[in-house]
């Protein structure tokens, strides 16, 4: 399926600028709460991958639809594998118009430099924008760039939104063929693999650097603990030998808390709890908690997750109090390919940035499409490190720079000799 839109000729495509198409962007699924809502095979997705279709296919790319919805642009030159640069166009409720947008457009903007410089690569040079990456419709997180991967995404087609209606009716009401999502993957064509995209925390802020060079993105360990103890009348039982499930929960989270604080590398985080039977006057008899642990190295996995199990054990029996920790999910780290690192390190040098060699803690296409071909990412600022809201901002002077280094590293890997 290829997408056909009108669009501006190939000397205004080119005088165009990335804040321009920041601007432009956003206006496509604008919310009325200052945000942007553009979710999975929705009208508003479609019409954002359209024009920058548009804008790409002004540049001299030819432009597709793939079977997973996934866009991607191609400038045929050269030979042997492709070097690709995407990220995503969706977002999350009421978003804001950086995350993901900006790794897009970033590469929109990149194929811009090279065209006005003249540049004649070795190699071909892909732009894509994947389906589907937050999950927010569905909960089937980086559904495009997973099938892109080739891997089996049969469970997510028959997931279903708040209103019953299941990925596969969707892809059927946009004119796709669910049966036929595994012609999307080619990742296995590409040699390397770039992703621009804003850092949606504070490191580079406080470190005062414009630009993160991304050398792993981190694991993602998910747990459920539950912890039981005594029932009991919060009145007319003393403090001494109550078996309260809350008290050892609350000890075991600060442990978690003392644990991120004395590792870098790791990052842990509590997001729910609850407590039965939840009522004023009575001891929690049971205490359930979600733990979220995010290790940046995999030498790092295995030894995290048996201090979780010890630490908890320790405290319930401290405390006289029974505890299971069970893994919901594991996703091991991902790491970037030295040589795309050193590439757009050199890149951000030679725009006279400051990088710094740095650690994701969020999820992005980048490690799935690395399990097929090298793969790096850079990042930019987010202001006061705010993200997934309408309040991300990220400097226009840094966008831009962050596709100039874009732009120098895909030079430099789709060069003769690369």
């Known amino acids: 399926m290829t997408a056909v839109v009108p669009s501006a000729d190939r000397a205004t495509a080119l005088a165009r600028t990335m804040t321009q198409d920041l601007s432009t962007a956003a206006t496509i699924g604008a919310t009325g709460q200052g945000g942007i809502s553009r979710f999975a095979w929705t009208d508003e997705l479609a019409e954002v991958t359209a024009w920058v279709s548009g804008e790409l296919e002004a540049l001299g790319l030819a432009c597709e639809i793939d079977a997973a919805g996934n866009l991607i642009a191609r400038w045929e030159a050269g030979s042997g594998g492709a070097v690709m640069a995407a990220s995503h166009l969706d977002t999350v409720p009421n978003g804001g118009a950086f995350d993901g947008v900006v790794g897009v457009l970033g590469a929109l903007e990149a194929v811009r430099i090279l065209k006005r410089e003249g540049f004649e690569p070795a190699r071909p040079i892909w732009v894509g924008a994947f389906m589907d990456e937050e999950g927010t419709r569905f909960g089937a997180a980086l559904f495009g760039s997973r099938a892109f991967a080739g891997q089996d995404v049969s469970a997510s087609l028959a997931a279903t939104d708040r209103d019953g209606v299941s990925v596969a009716e969707a892809m059927r009401a946009r004119g796709f063929d669910p049966d036929r999502v595994g012609e999307a993957f080619r990742a296995r064509e590409l040699s390397a693999y770039l992703e621009l995209h804003v850092e949606q925390g504070p490191v580079l802020a406080a470190a005062g650097r414009r630009v993160g060079i991304v050398e792993s993105i981190s ?143 969020a999820g992005h296409d980048a490690m799935v499409v690395a399990e097929h071909a090298p793969a790096g990412m850079v990042f930019v600022p987010s202001v006061g490190g705010i993200s997934h809201s309408h309040h991300e901002f990220t400097e226009s002077e840094d966008c831009e720079l962050g596709a100039r280094v874009l732009a120098g590293a895909i030079r430099r890997l789709a060069s003769d000799g690369a």
């Not at 360990?221 to 030998?241: R, S």
């Not at 991120?260 to 729910?272: K, S």
């Not at 996995?301 to 069970?326: F, K, N, R």
């Open 219 to 361: 694991g993602v360990l998910g747990f459920v603990i539950t912890v039981k103890g005594e029932e009991n009348h919060a009145g007319a039982t003393p403090t001494e030998g109550r078996r309260d499930a809350l008290v050892g929960a609350a000890r075991m989270i600060l442990a978690l808390r003392e644990k991120a604080r004395a590792q870098p590398e790791l990052r842990a985080t509590v997001g729910r709890i609850s407590a039965a039977p939840g009522t004023f006057t009575v001891i929690p008899g049971e205490v359930t908690f979600t733990v979220d642990l995010r290790p940046s190295q995999p030498e790092v996995l295995e030894p995290c997750q048996a201090w979780l199990a010890e630490m908890v054990a320790e405290i319930a029996a401290d405390e006289g109090l029974t505890a299971d920790v069970h893994r919901q999910y594991a996703l091991i780290p991902t790491m970037m390919d030295p040589a795309v690192v050193d590439a757009l390190e050199a890149s951000a040098l030679e725009q006279g940035g400051d990088p710094l060699r740095m650690w994701s803690g």
